[in-house]
């Protein structure tokens, strides 16, 4: 079982930065795949970003390559998400979640554990 905690959200203007945090306990995840995922009102949960802790490699959906960047720190069984240049469209609950095997991919239900969300809001 792992439990997966995020912080880093708030209120903040179009064109700043944030940094979202995204802490495990229960287990080690060094091998786990960890994704970013945000969802507004009435839409679906969207693939962010995604890392993968045993090689290291990530992946981004195309509306935030270049401004987002997702790193982990296995010493301290955190992932973050630096989020910069944000605009309204970055709106959102954003979690963290735990994929157990395999490769990093956008689909949630491949996604076995959930933190509770952290609410990013960007006005403009």
């Known amino acids: 079982q792992v439990q997966l905690v995020e912080s880093g959200g708030g209120l903040v203007q179009a064109g700043d930065s944030l940094r979202l945090s995204c802490q495990a306990s229960?287990?080690?995840?060094?091998?786990?795949?960890i994704g970013w995922f945000r969802q507004t009102p009435g839409k679906e949960r969207e693939f962010v970003a995604g890392v993968n802790q045993s090689n290291g490699r990530t992946g981004y959906v195309n509306s935030v390559k270049g401004r987002f960047t997702v790193s982990g720190d296995n010493a301290k069984n955190t992932v973050y998400l630096e989020m910069n240049s944000l605009n309204s469209e970055d709106t959102g609950v954003y979690y963290c979640?735990?994929?157990?095997?395999?490769?990093?991919?956008?689909?949630?239900?491949?996604?076995?554990?959930w933190g509770q969300g952290t609410q990013v809001t960007v006005s403009s």
């Open positions: 979640a735990v994929k157990i095997w395999g490769q990093i991919t956008a689909r949630p239900s491949e996604y076995a554990y």
């Open positions: 229960g287990q080690s995840w060094n091998n786990y795949i």
